[in-house]
């Protein structure tokens, strides 16, 4: 059973004043990364190197994005109270409840049923509430779209345009694009219907953002 100690929330302390001093500003994001103990969403035996600000395995081959760019990320995304935001991704779970604790609503889709599944137990047994789903990311949720923000947390080879399309006027989309194991980081913003602000801001890596949903292992 995971306890968040003194000792963990000392060691958050210290990686939330390392996030600020790389650059992160957003003092809402890095208190919402400072009440979530991260160490809840990894496995136990990798409890004490937590805090770290590294990538880690979790489950079905995929990983824990590195603290600071679920901080970047979120950060670009620019959140405000009651935002509507789609995750692509949902993972282990954590870069859910950084947006859940920033007040957003969510919306989440993972494609390997085990994550699916798993993050749903630990994200409600923590208090957290969004709407989880089943399915090829790269479609989006357009059903309960439009989003004031899309963040994608997989590398993808291109920016789907359906994630384009299901975005508010004024909306945001951050998204990993580049193949193989290096993506660069794009901020797009639905400035009017059919007319999108692409920018840039450096190199990440990510695990690939693949098509359809992963067929259950025995």
């Not at 670009?76 to 935002?83: D, M, P, Q, S, T």
């Not at 439009?146 to 975005?167: M, N, S, W």
């Not at 193989?180 to 801001?201: G, V």
């Amino acid at each position: 059973m995971y306890q968040d100690t003194y000792k963990h929330k000392g060691q958050r302390k210290k990686l939330i004043e390392e996030l600020h001093k790389s650059g992160i500003k957003d003092e809402k994001v890095l208190q919402a990364m400072m009440k979530i103990p991260r160490h809840f969403f990894m496995d136990i035996g990798l409890d004490k190197l937590a805090y770290q600000n590294k990538a880690f395995p979790i489950a079905a081959e995929q990983t824990i994005s590195q603290p600071f760019t679920v901080a970047f990320q979120t950060q670009l995304l620019e959140i405000k109270k009651g935002a509507k935001i789609l995750e692509i991704g949902t993972g282990s779970g954590y870069q859910t409840a950084v947006l859940l604790e920033l007040g957003a609503r969510v919306y989440t889709i993972e494609r390997q049923k085990q994550l699916y599944l798993d993050a749903q137990v630990l994200l409600k047994s923590l208090g957290y509430k969004a709407q989880f789903f089943y399915g090829d990311g790269y479609k989006g949720k357009a059903a309960y779209g439009p989003f004031d923000g899309i963040i994608v947390t997989a590398g993808a080879p291109y920016i789907p345009d359906a994630l384009k399309e299901q975005l508010k006027t004024g909306g945001i989309l951050v998204i990993p694009v580049g193949e193989n194991d290096k993506q660069i980081m794009y901020k797009i913003t639905k400035i009017a219907e059919n007319e999108f602000k692409e920018e840039k801001f450096g190199n990440f890596r990510f695990v690939p953002m693949l098509e359809g949903t992963a067929k259950n292992r025995k």
